[in-house]
T-cell receptor, first 112, second 114 residues
Framework: LAKTTQPISMDSYEGQEVNITCSHN???????ITWYQQFPSQGPRFIIQ???TKVTNEVASLFIPADRKSSTLSLPRVSLSDTAVYYCLVGPAYSSASKIIFGSGTRLSIRP | KAGVTQTPRYLIKTRGQQVTLSCSPI?????VSWYQQTPGQGLQFLFE???????NKGNFPGRFSGRQFSNSRSEMNVSTLELGDSALYLCASSPGQGGSTEAFFGQGTRLTVV
């Protein structure tokens, strides 16, 4: 699977837009980009998945440039409850769970 | 639709004991996977089951085992517990045969070995 690189931590304030970028230089043609959110002592929660260009749902947007070597998770108008660890994963959309590899993630801290 | 349910939520065991954790997947999901999460190692894959068959196993010692029942519920067992087994154990379910990167996780079981 393609290795991902994302910032270890980020800080922001309530009401701001937060963009977390993930680098995946070795992404394969059939790989999708998936983001998960995890709160302390809870399981990760699926946020969004995309293949190219832009995907938007009620929670976030995912921007993927044409070369797909990076992606940006955008969280609009964050609140304190968005404080969590965010994981970027790259892999086939349908594959064995053994291939779902979570990296270190980005620890996002939102301040009042 | 009910989510993935893991029981118990918290558990304290003594070194050398064994423990069994339970996971009930989302109704209709046939694939169940288990993960161990520790501060030092992050989230690591333990094993995956589909239709009562173990499909894949991570790099863990044989003290870690699991099974899946005909109703897709799954259990994992850790024997001869060690202090290093203290972790959050997470179960995830997926709908299809091939699994999915859109996995649905339970809240986990926090195991503390003393």
């Amino acid at each position: 699977l393609a290795k991902t690189t994302q910032p270890i931590s980020m800080d922001s304030y309530e009401g701001q837009e937060v963009n977390i970028t993930c680098s995946h230089n070795n992404i394969a043609t059939n790989d999708y980009i998936t983001w998960y959110q995890q709160f302390p002592s809870q399981g990760p929660r699926f946020i969004i998945q995309g293949y190219k260009t832009k995907v938007t749902n009620e929670v976030a947007s995912l921007f993927i440039p044409a070369d797909r070597k990076s992606s940006t998770l955008s969280l609009p108008r964050v609140s304190l409850s968005d404080t969590a660890v965010y994981y970027c994963l790259v892999g086939p959309a349908y594959s064995s769970a053994s291939k779902i590899i979570f990296g270190s993630g980005t620890r996002l801290s939102i301040r009042p | 639709k009910a989510g993935v349910t893991q029981t118990p939520r918290y558990l304290i065991k003594t070194r050398g004991q064994q423990v069994t954790l339970s996971c009930s997947p989302i109704s209709g999901h046939r694939s169940v996977s288990w993960y161990q999460q520790t501060p030092g190692q992050g989230l690591q894959f333990l094993f995956e089951y589909f239709s009562e068959t173990q499909r894949n196993k991570g790099n863990f010692p044989g003290r870690f085992s699991g099974r899946q029942f005909s109703n897709s519920r799954s259990e994992m067992n850790v024997s001869t517990l060690e202090l290093g087994d203290s972790a959050l154990y997470l179960c995830a379910s997926s709908p299809g045969q091939g699994g999915s990167t859109e996995a649905f996780f339970g809240q986990g079981t926090r195991l503390t070995v003393v």
